[in-house]
């Protein structure tokens, strides 16, 4: 069975400063993986995803995340953070089944 | 329609009481699951329905909560007897066809069992 791991419970940045958030999966072949980000008191927006091809995907918002195989890795970054990316976000890992996997979600804090 | 719509946005309710909760999915999505978001949690997945198959109920925690999707449409959630340990936010998504297509999310029912 699939399964994600998000290391980081809280990050705290500088606004402008860069950004990485860290994800790891278990699944046994290749996977879709996803990353969503969570407003206080919203649903969940996708941000970007990966099912095949270019390994350095680009999504919404300036963010961009790269599926490294060999770490089982899929993590997100953003080279310069604004305010407004102050949310949680979640990693979500997807295979054969149709039901996607969830990580705990890392809290990213924004100081300006 | 444009978005995933649940409702309420809110509920509170009696522990022992049934509730209801639910979810429009958007309009051509065959493809629609039920989450719950506890306090400081992940998301479980509770049921996924695809088109006419039968639903995927592998995640609902107790003979408790049921769902159903009327015309591949519309789904309900349905919690009998609550209990307090159900107090979470319960999140419907739907999805074009298959998980890979991406997840999209309503914003939720905040569901608190007093």
């Known amino acids: 069975a699939q399964s994600v791991t998000q290391p980081d419970i809280h990050i705290t940045v500088s606004e402008g400063a860069s950004l990485e958030l860290r994800c790891n999966y278990s699944?046994?072949?290749?996977?879709?993986l996803f990353w969503y980000v969570q407003s206080p008191g919203q649903g969940l927006q996708l941000l970007l995803k990966?099912?095949?091809?270019?390994?350095l995907v680009q999504g919404i918002k300036g963010f961009e995340a790269e599926f490294k195989r060999s770490q089982s890795s899929f993590n997100l970054r953003k080279p310069s953070v604004h305010w407004s990316d102050a949310a949680e976000y979640f990693c979500a890992v997807g295979g054969l089944g149709n039901k996607l996997v969830f990580g705990a979600g890392t809290i990213l804090r924004v100081k300006s | 329609g444009a978005g995933v719509s649940q409702s309420p946005s809110n509920k509170v309710t009696e522990k022992g009481k049934d509730v209801e909760l639910r979810c429009d999915p958007i309009?051509?999505?065959?493809?629609l699951y039920w989450y719950r978001q506890s306090l400081g949690q992940g998301l479980e997945f509770l049921i996924y329905?695809?088109?006419?198959?039968?639903?995927?109920k592998s995640g609902l925690p107790s003979d408790r909560f049921s769902a159903e999707r009327t015309g591949g449409s519309v789904s309900t959630l349905t919690i009998q007897r609550t209990q307090q340990e159900d107090s979470a936010v319960y999140l419907c998504a739907s999805s074009l066809a298959q998980a890979r297509d991406g997840y999209t999310f309503g914003s939720g029912t905040r569901l608190t069992v007093v």
């Open positions: 329905f695809q088109g006419n198959s039968a639903p995927d």
């Open positions: 699944y046994g072949a290749t996977p879709y």
């Open positions: 309009s051509g999505h065959t493809a």
């Open positions: 990966y099912f095949s091809g270019d390994t």
